[in-house]
């Protein structure tokens, strides 16, 4: 049994999240959990591959997802390629993945192996994204600290340890030469991410939504990407934005250390009775 979360004295809950969690958790039928993971469950670092979540988080979805009744699916929804994603949170049998905003998809077996697929790119699609590749790839070049990776079915530009200026100007050549091409263009925390299909977070959620029937949906984000998922949340569904910014969600908290007390909280409810 778990036991209570204590909310410490500096941790402020918006107003009417915990009576919002607790609507949510009594509804009848299958319910989503949901998250981003950089900056949500994990604190930004400057090297991607160095990226960890938080036990508090991790520890906590994991009890969500197994909880007492079975009704709750927990999902990691990311920008990240989906076999990074698990390889770094590390998530629990049964868990849903979407990684590249939802262009791959897949579940974690009962063995703790990850069962993916991904979206096939067209020969047109392929060669769009090649074009758009060759110049991401010279202008990465022309800013010291910036740097391309490569995904199936995206190429993204990372300007983290650009300097402002160089960003900015690369960044924005990039952004026009992909409104000339038949290409999607997503911009998250110092990164442009330049896609071949329309997959989006939100479309992923949705599809999860659809697919068992879910009457409740709450998911947590920090980045501009999440906001496709905010967008699509409706009656008791929670949106909580991690950090600042503009978001369509309903609530907000500070950092990945707060979405530790929320997810704790959650745990602490769907195994009371354990």
């Not at 670092?45 to 906590?60: C, H, I, K, N």
């Not at 905010?230 to 910014?245: M, R, T, Y």
Request: proline share 4%; net charge negative; aromatic share 4%.
């Amino acid at each position: 049994m778990r036991g209570s979360t204590i909310i410490p004295e500096n941790i402020r809950w918006p107003a009417g999240l915990q009576r919002a969690i607790d609507t949510f958790l009594s509804l009848s039928g299958t319910l989503i959990v949901a998250s981003d993971f950089d900056g949500v469950l994990a604190p930004l670092v400057d090297d991607p591959s160095q990226s960890r979540p938080l036990e508090a988080s991790a520890s906590s979805l994991a009890a969500i997802q197994h909880g007492q009744d079975g009704r709750i699916q927990v999902a990691l929804v990311s920008g990240r390629r989906i076999n990074e994603l698990a390889q770094l949170a590390a998530p629990t049998p049964g868990m849903r993945l979407y990684g590249t905003h939802g262009a791959e998809s897949g579940i974690i077996s009962d063995s703790g192996e990850l069962n993916a697929r991904s979206t096939q790119l067209t020969e047109q699609q392929e060669a769009e994204l090649t074009e758009v590749s060759s110049l991401a790839h010279l202008l990465a070049d022309s800013a010291r600290g910036a740097w391309v990776e490569h995904k199936d079915t995206s190429i993204v530009l990372h300007t983290r340890l650009a300097s402002s200026v160089d960003t900015e100007r690369i960044e924005r050549e990039l952004r026009s030469f992909a409104r000339t091409r038949n290409v999607h263009t997503m911009i998250g925390h110092d990164v442009t991410e330049i896609s071949a299909t329309g997959a989006s977070k939100g479309a992923s959620v949705t599809a999860l939504r659809a697919e068992l029937g879910a009457v409740g949906v709450l998911y947590l984000g920090d980045d501009v990407t999440d906001e496709t998922v905010f967008a699509v949340l409706n009656g008791p569904d929670i949106g909580i934005k991690v950090g600042p910014g503009e978001t369509a969600a309903t609530y907000r908290v500070e950092n990945p250390h707060e979405v530790g007390f929320v997810l704790s909280y959650i745990a602490d409810k769907v195994n009371a009775d354990l």
